[in-house]
Nanobody, 125 residues
């Protein structure tokens, strides 16, 4: 079973940067995509970004494109989400997820079978 552990959340001010990490363990996941989603209480969980483990192809939600950057370190089995110029409305619990790569559903929660516990990101104005 694939296991995911996120870290790096915290309290920052608007305009600051923060990097989230997701360490992956378990069976071989070379064919997987790794996604990041976020959820604020009372709101739907929304797609943020995704990266394919093998080729490193990235996908971003329109709202974060140009400000967020996703990367992976194969040697460390870790995916990083670099978030720049954070906004107060981006306050949420951020979740790392893993699933077999499905380009047609990369932005959908249903494409992901495994989820981390989440890490809180709070952006103050």
């Amino acid at each position: 079973q694939v296991q995911l552990v996120e870290s790096g959340g915290g309290l920052v001010q608007a305009g600051d940067s923060l990097t989230l990490s997701c360490v992956v363990s378990g069976p071989p996941f070379i064919s997987y995509a790794m996604g990041w989603f976020r959820q604020d209480p009372g709101k739907e969980r929304e797609f943020v970004a995704a990266i394919t483990w093998s080729a490193g192809v990235t996908y971003y939600a329109a709202s974060v494109k140009g400000r967020f950057a996703l990367s992976r370190d194969n040697a460390k089995n870790t995916v990083y989400l670099q978030m720049n110029n954070l906004k107060p409305e981006e306050t949420a619990v951020y979740y790392c997820a893993a699933g077999k790569f499905n380009p047609g559903a990369i932005m959908s929660q249903r494409a992901y079978d495994y989820w981390g516990q989440g890490t809180q990101v709070t952006v103050s104005s």
